[in-house]
């Protein structure tokens, strides 16, 4: 199958599911570009060589990085300092790409193959417990790193997308359930008019 447009775009982006563009996540940033939406400058991590892929491919001059977007700079792995971790798993909600391995008041470690130097952990975490390591070069340019982030945000994606339509579904049942009157109900409220009747022979 040929691939679209956006798949081609998101193919040249690092995956790091970052949000420094602006968007949640490199294939929305695609589609976004896919659609004349979105500059191509916008994503720190992929630089100036992400810039000039995307630029020969969309046929678009090549521009300097968007500083407002942040700066390009080396590729960090997040690492928890495991004394001073709490367990509150404020990382593990923001992880785009299940890289955070732990649970409520247990000690949380970061599974460094998985990682890629997002950094959105480190403002979530209420300690400042979570410090930015090198990423060793060879992870950085490995493609198979690459799409295997992509492969866990989309998984990600799909089941946060599962458990929110669980829910609603739950809450609607619910709903429901308050609003529809039980068979008891219904045959107090048939006894209360027959004592109504009887009370009131007129009625």
């Not at 916008?42 to 300097?64: E, F, K, T």
């Not at 470690?109 to 959105?120: A, F």
């Not at 039980?182 to 009370?199: C, D, I, M, Q």
């Amino acid at each position: 199958m040929t691939p679209t447009l956006a798949e081609r775009i998101d193919a040249l982006l690092p995956q790091t599911q970052c949000e420094q563009c602006g968007f949640h996540g490199c294939r929305p940033y695609a589609d976004a570009m896919a659609r004349d939406e979105a500059a191509i400058n916008l994503c720190p991590p992929g630089g100036a060589q992400g810039i000039a892929l995307l630029a020969r491919l969309l046929d678009r001059p090549v521009v300097p990085l968007d500083p407002t977007h942040g700066m390009e700079k080396p590729r960090t792995l997040a690492r928890v300092v495991e004394a001073d971790c709490i367990g509150c798993t404020k990382c593990i909600q923001v992880c785009p790409v299940d890289a955070i391995v732990g649970s409520a008041k247990l000690m949380h470690t970061v599974v460094s193959d998985l990682c890629t130097g997002c950094e959105l952990c480190v403002p979530a975490c209420p300690v400042d417990c979570i410090v930015l390591d090198a990423m060793p070069l060879a992870q950085a340019t490995d493609r198979g790193h690459t799409d295997a982030a992509r492969t866990h945000f989309q998984r990600r994606e799909a089941r946060l997308l599962a458990e929110r339509e669980r829910r609603e579904a739950e809450l609607a049942a619910s709903k429901v359930d308050v609003a529809a009157p039980t068979a008891r109900n219904a045959v107090l409220e048939a006894l209360a008019r027959a004592k109504a009747r009887k009370k009131d022979p007129d009625t």
